[in-house]
């Protein structure tokens, strides 16, 4: 398995409320995806990073912000929460110049 | 945003069958990827193709990237019970982004 963490795995929280969600990993991949996966949509991707410090919009990402400042760490944050933003967040890391990405255990994100 | 059409979206299959799925695009992609997705889990790749024809196994799965390069075929033979799950096709258009386009997955249920 590629060594992927995502933290926490399970959050509760309001609508309004500030979230930060964590991805860590242990490969030293260059690329690093944030995805959302709800019914009937599939994985959806809300930013990259293609470096450090080297982030990009995907095709959800109003409502969102990340941050690199490591090579290890990439950051979803979620400035105010709200329901529409309940989902599964899934982070996947890419090698430069490789196609496959592989995908962390997930965080399941419930916002009341 | 492109997506690939996935089909079919679900089969109920008895253990010990064959079981045939596939993916197309309206666009020619470099690159298909399938994964397999647990539930409560994250993605985990189970085969990549790179050329077109090209035709890769993995135990008992088993998947071609088609000549036309917009379609993909992933088969399982004598499924078991393990194989229940949500197979997702994933591909990368010939534009040299470093984002995927998924499916929406085919759910497999699987009969003892």
């Known amino acids: 398995d590629a060594g992927i963490t995502q933290s926490p795995r399970h959050k509760v929280t309001e609508t309004g409320t500030p979230v930060t969600l964590r991805c860590h990993q242990t490969e030293n991949h260059r690329y690093m995806y944030w995805y959302r996966q709800d019914p009937g949509h599939g994985l959806r991707l809300i930013h990259y990073s293609y470096g450090v410090k080297d982030t990009d919009k995907g095709e959800v990402s109003d409502g969102y912000s990340v941050s690199r400042s490591k090579t290890e760490d990439f950051l979803l944050t979620l400035e105010s929460a709200t329901s529409s933003q309940t989902s599964v967040y899934f982070c996947a890391i890419s090698e430069y110049r490789k196609e496959t990405q592989y995908f962390g255990p997930g965080t399941r994100l419930l916002v009341l | 945003g492109q997506q690939l059409n996935q089909s079919p979206q679900s089969m109920f299959i008895q253990e010990g069958e064959d079981v045939s799925m596939n993916c197309t695009s309206s666009?020619?992609?470099?690159?298909w990827l399938w994964y397999k997705q647990d539930p409560g889990e994250g993605p985990v790749l189970l085969i990549a193709?790179?050329?077109?024809?090209e035709l890769t196994s993995n135990g008992r799965l088993t998947a071609q990237f088609g000549i036309t390069r917009k379609d993909s075929f992933l088969n399982i033979s004598a499924s078991i019970p393990s194989d229940v799950g949500i197979y997702f096709c994933?591909?990368?258009?010939?534009?040299?982004?470093?984002?995927?386009?998924f499916g929406k997955g085919t759910k497999l249920t699987v009969n003892p």
């Open positions: 666009s020619i992609f470099n690159t």
């Open positions: 193709l790179y050329k077109a024809g």
């Open positions: 994933a591909g990368r258009d010939q534009g040299g982004s470093e984002k995927l386009v």
